[in-house]
């Protein structure tokens, strides 16, 4: 029998005989060679599907089904837990499962000071303009039973010129500037190019949208404030998700 000292925390073998505690530890298996671990010093404990979609939430404007289906199953299934992890850095996640989507917003309350993370990034009133048209044309689709809304380069362009002033000369430099309002919808992934000139219009448009801004937008065309705006190219500002 192996010598045991009164100090040694000691457990029985199927003997009876006494055999040090130590024995019977598994040895510590090191952080870098855990399997649950997905890089080297990887202390994270969520699941690897987790940890993509909040990656993806954190980094896109929104996540949708549509584009990212796997992705949003995982976002249902550990939704109280990411919503918790963003809490940690004092932003919120907000699951539309009506329109299928899910996007982050800064959390914002009287008498509380934090960092903030997530800034309104203004959009340019060309840009305003344009997701007032592309708004329009989604509600009427999605109203006659269309899954899906298209848009033109060329009737984008058309619609945006029409609000110019008459007396307005540099024909050009209104095109560049329509031509940067597209592309910066694309970027904000309101507008999806499925062929050269031709786009989908993302549902994230209605978030950004909603029905009281988009009666408020309207009330702005239709008062001719458009067209100068067109013209300046000042900006407007609109929350982001």
Same mark, same amino acid.
């Given at each position: 029998?192996?010598?045991?000292?009164?100090?040694?925390?000691?457990?029985?073998?199927?003997?009876?005989? &006494?055999?040090?505690? @130590?024995?019977?530890?598994?040895?510590?298996?090191?952080?870098? !060679?855990?399997?649950?671990? #997905?890089?080297?010093? !990887?202390?994270?404990?969520?699941?690897?599907?987790?940890?993509?979609?909040?990656? #993806?939430?954190?980094?896109?404007?929104?996540?949708?089904?549509?584009?990212?289906?796997?992705? %949003?199953?995982?976002?249902?299934? *550990? &939704?109280?837990?990411?919503?918790?992890?963003? *809490?940690?850095?004092?932003?919120?996640? =907000?699951?539309?499962?009506?329109?299928?989507?899910?996007?982050?917003?800064? =959390?914002? @309350?009287?008498?509380?000071?934090?960092?903030? #993370? #997530?800034?309104?990034?203004?959009?340019?009133?060309?840009?305003?303009?344009?997701?007032?048209?592309?708004?329009?044309?989604?509600? &009427?689709? &999605?109203?006659?039973?269309?899954?899906?809304?298209? =848009?033109?380069?060329?009737?984008?362009?058309?619609?945006?010129?029409?609000?110019? @002033? *008459?007396?307005?000369?540099?024909?050009?430099?209104? *095109?560049?500037?329509?031509?940067?309002?597209?592309?910066?919808? =694309?970027?904000?992934?309101?507008? !999806?190019?499925?062929?050269?000139?031709?786009?989908?219009?993302?549902?994230?448009?209605?978030?950004?949208?909603?029905?009281?801004?988009?009666?408020?937008?309207?009330? %702005?065309?239709? !008062?001719?404030?458009? @067209?100068?705006?067109?013209?300046?190219?000042?900006?407007?500002?609109?929350?982001?998700?």
């Amino acid at each position: 029998m192996p010598d045991v000292t009164e100090a040694d925390p000691v457990t029985r073998d199927d003997d009876g005989d &006494q055999v040090p505690s @130590s024995d019977t530890f598994v040895e510590s298996v090191p952080l870098e !060679d855990d399997d649950s671990a #997905l890089f080297a010093g !990887d202390t994270g404990v969520l699941p690897v599907e987790a940890r993509r979609v909040l990656a #993806l939430v954190l980094q896109r404007r929104y996540v949708s089904a549509a584009e990212h289906p796997a992705d %949003w199953t995982a976002l249902l299934t *550990h &939704q109280q837990v990411l919503s918790s992890r963003l *809490h940690d850095l004092f932003v919120e996640l =907000v699951v539309d499962r009506g329109h299928e989507i899910a996007y982050k917003r800064q =959390v914002r @309350s009287d008498g509380l000071t934090i960092p903030v #993370l #997530l800034r309104d990034e203004p959009f340019k009133r060309v840009e305003t303009l344009l997701m007032l048209y592309v708004r329009n044309r989604y509600h &009427q689709e &999605q109203g006659a039973g269309h899954p899906a809304a298209y =848009v033109d380069a060329e009737e984008m362009t058309a619609y945006a010129l029409g609000f110019l @002033s *008459h007396d307005e000369t540099n024909l050009a430099a209104r *095109h560049r500037e329509i031509e940067n309002a597209v592309a910066g919808l =694309v970027r904000e992934r309101v507008l !999806d190019e499925v062929a050269t000139g031709r786009y989908r219009v993302g549902p994230v448009v209605e978030i950004l949208l909603p029905v009281d801004r988009l009666r408020e937008l309207t009330a %702005w065309l239709q !008062d001719g404030e458009g @067209s100068a705006d067109l013209a300046d190219g000042t900006s407007q500002t609109e929350g982001t998700p």
